[in-house]
Every structure is written in C-alpha cells, then in structure tokens.
C-alpha cells in the first residue's frame, strides 16, 4: 500500500463518518479518472460531468457497502460511472434537484478538440463498448482499460477469479470483432493512452 | 497525449454541493419510508395511532400505539431552520406529536434523528409521493417545549404539532389462536395490519412475509440490480402477497406495496 492509498484509506475512513470535507477530498482524487471514463463511454462532455457527479453521489449513499480495492474507492467509482452512464437518466432523477443546480459549460469544440475527439473518444470505441453487457462492460473497464487485475476486480463484480477470466476472455474477443481490429491492446493504448 | 477534462466551473460547483450533501443530516431511510410511503407494513400502525383516531372514537390496532393529543395544537409556516415553541407541558403529557410537510425540495430534520427528505419529483409530477413526515418524540427532545426543525435556508415547510400522550396496546387473537394487529416493540403477531398500495386494509401472514423476503433476497443476489451501482434491488420491491381478514382464513385480496 502506497502513501496515497493510505491518505485515501483516511479519506475514506473520515467519510464514511460524515465528513463532507473526506467526500470533497476524495472527489478531487478521482474527479479526473472518473471524468475521463465517463466521457469515453458517452462522447459527450456535459452528460459525462453528470455521469461523474453521480458516481460520487452514489459513492456517499452506498458508502456502507462499497468495496474498497488496495485502500481505493476507484474501481467502485470507475464500475458505478459505468452504470450511471448506461443508466443517465435514472441516475439523474435520483439527483434532479442537484443536478440541476450545476453549471454546465458550453463545449464548443475548437480545431485541437476535434483532433484530440478523433484519438481520444473515439466513437468506434465507445460504440463498440456499448454493445457489451453491463458486467463484461465494467470487466473491461477495470482491468483492460485501468490496468487493474484479475484477482483485484473479481471482488467489486462478485464474481469468482475463474469467472471473471473466462468473461474476460470473451469480452476480448467481442471487442476485438466489433471494432476489427487484429491487435486490440495496441488501439486500446492508442486510443486511450496511459490510464495513470 | 492531454485528456478530457471536467470543466472548472463544474468541478468547483459539485465539490462544493457533495460536501453540502455530505454534510447534511443523515436520512434515516427506513423511517422516511416508514412514514412517509404510508404504504408499507408499519403504515396501519400509524392509521390506527394518530390523534384522529383517538378523537374519532376509531379503534386503535391491537399491538398499535394510541397517540392522544393533551394540548392545542400549533401550526405554521417556516423557512430554513426554526424553532417551533409549544409553551409549557401539560402534567398528563410523555411526548409531542409532530406532522411536518415540504412545501419546496429539501429536507426536513427533527431531533432524534427524523429526517424526511423532499425531492422535486415528490412535490410534483405524476409519481409524486406524499411530503409530509409524522412523528412523536420524547419530551426531552424539545427541552421546554422548544422543538427545533432542521431545514437548509430555502426550504419552506409547515408543521403541526401538540403535546400528546401514548398508550400502547396488546395484540388480539383470532379464533385460530393467531395474534393479530400492528406491528410493536416486540415484533410482528402472526398476522401483520397492512395498508396495501392500493389503499385496501387487512391482513398479510408473517411467514408468508418472510418467505417473500427470502425469495426477493435470492433473486437479487443473481439477477434484481440497482441500475446505477448494480447492487441488489430493494429487497422488498414488487411483491404481492395474499391480503386476508383478521380471520387469517378470508381472503380479502392482494398486499403490494413499492
């Protein structure tokens, strides 16, 4: 365990308290990540914010029962944005009030996010993710895309380590015959760079 | 290679509303929906135990609560957070009665730990759910007569409120030798008052409620998820069990509930 997994099990441990401050904390850790997942499935910026928003909102209120991975709440974070963005509007009636209340930005795309579009969010990915299950989805997300392992994501999917390799296995292969592409790791790592 | 970025402006935004929210009073949701549904098990225990029931003559459920109220009652309009004054306590009363109502989203705080929380859609829509939470608490909980309601500063709500005493009563038994009646301190009787979600009264068995419970905990542990987190579905959504008379032989019809 690293000192910013120990800093977060602190995080944690005060916002499983009640303490707003922990929850803003742990929001500025893991805005980013979140965000950017959120955004990869949805290729769109203000629905990716909501996604994101109420990832850390749902956080807070399955707070008793989220399972934390090496003293991180962001495999839990990373599988509920999933939800959230395969569920936007269910999840944005439960926060409608709050929600409402964000500012949302105009993106306006210039020429350079275009071209950042093109790699970044690539809609034949997102595409491709979509058809997906829900658990192969979230498979994917955790340990194809976020380099987490096996043994590390069977956990917060309740599966068993067999189970989740063989659906890995699967899932790979789907994805590889969605998006046609002979080498799937090399154009995830195009397409989403490094996930640190 | 730079990646999307969550704008400022609604970084800064949320932040702040999640340590609001955070910070809030925490919603004690079994006794939100045990009060403010009014559908569920423990909602004919409120039916038969409020002051209009003892003022009405209605007979109070066996195993239920009889809530008299020994003072005027006082009412009003509020914002935000308030202190409600009821005046001195009369010799005859162990508890204050309290029925509170959104009038804006919010929520809703009163000692004790009480809160009812009031979403846009439950004010509004055509789901819109009932607003309002009714409780009774202890005397010393509003030390001279000073009941403090917790509410953020925009939200507008009414009260009613009287010093009241409560009476608890034993369950009844049928002539199968079933106890009957409201759901009390120590446990449910054999066949449990019910207010179905259609507004039918009656009865549902204890066994079958737990075994529904079961069947319903099973499911979810395989299929039945929270679309958002994909944890388990509410355990006790969607079920219908067999509503019957206090014979517990008569059927009466259906129990289902949210």
């Known amino acids: ?196 | 290679m730079t990646a999307p970025q969550m704008s400022d402006s609604f970084a800064k935004a949320f932040r702040q509303a999640l340590v609001t929210h955070v910070d809030a009073p925490t919603y004690d949701r079994r006794r939100h929906r045990r009060w403010v549904l009014g559908r569920v098990i423990a909602a004919f225990t409120l039916l038969a135990s409020t002051a209009t029931a003892a003022a009405t003559g209605v007979l109070v459920l066996p195993g239920g609560t009889q809530v008299t109220p020994v003072s005027s009652f006082v009412t009003g309009t509020y914002a935000g957070t308030e202190t409600v004054h009821l005046g001195p306590a009369p010799d005859d009363a162990n508890g204050i009665v309290v029925s509170l109502h959104c009038l804006t989203p919010g929520y809703l705080g009163l000692p004790g730990g009480t809160v009812v929380s009031c979403a846009a859609d439950d004010l509004t829509g055509s789901d819109a759910q009932p607003d309002f939470v009714y409780d009774v608490i202890p005397l010393t909980d509003a030390s001279d007569g000073a009941l403090i309601v917790t509410a953020p500063p925009e939200s507008n709500w009414t009260v009613l409120a009287a010093y009241s005493t409560s009476t608890g009563s034993e369950w009844a038994t049928n002539g199968n030798g079933e106890s009957y009646g409201a759901i009390s301190e120590t446990g449910p009787p054999d066949l449990i008052a019910v207010r179905s979600a259609d507004g039918a009264t009656g009865y549902i068995r204890r066994s079958d409620l737990e075994r529904a419970v079961v069947t319903v905990v099973a499911n979810s542990a395989t299929g039945a998820t929270d679309g958002i987190t994909g944890a388990p579905a509410d355990a006790a959504s969607g079920s219908s069990l067999p509503l019957y008379d206090s014979d517990g032989t008569t059927q009466i019809g259906e129990f289902t509930h949210d």
Do not use: K
Not at chain 1, 28 to 46: K, P
Not at chain 1, 156 to 172: K, N, V
């Open chain 1, 1 to 196: 365990m690293d000192a910013t997994s120990i800093d977060e099990t602190a995080l944690w441990q005060r916002g499983l308290s009640g303490d707003g401050s922990a929850f803003g904390s742990i929001f500025d850790l893991h805005r980013a990540r979140v965000y950017r997942h959120s955004y990869r499935l949805l290729v769109d910026a203000s629905e990716a914010e909501d996604a994101t928003a109420i990832a850390f909102l749902e956080l807070w209120r399955c707070r008793s029962s989220v399972r934390v991975v090496d003293g991180s709440v962001l495999p839990w974070l990373l599988v509920t944005a999933t939800n959230s963005a395969r569920n936007l509007n269910r999840g944005r009636s439960r926060y409608r009030a709050l929600l409402d209340s964000l500012p949302h930005e105009s993106h306006h795309r210039s020429a350079e996010d275009e071209a950042l579009n093109d790699v970044v969010a690539d809609t034949q990915l997102a595409g491709a993710l979509a058809q997906l299950s829900s658990i192969d989805l979230q498979l994917v997300t955790l340990v194809m895309i976020e380099g987490y392992t096996v043994s590390s994501a069977a956990p917060i999917l309740g599966l068993s380590a067999g189970a989740t390799r063989t659906r890995l296995h699967r899932a790979r292969a789907a994805l590889r015959r969605y998006l046609g592409h002979p080498t799937l790791a090399l154009y995830l790592q195009s397409s989403l760079g490094d996930a640190s």
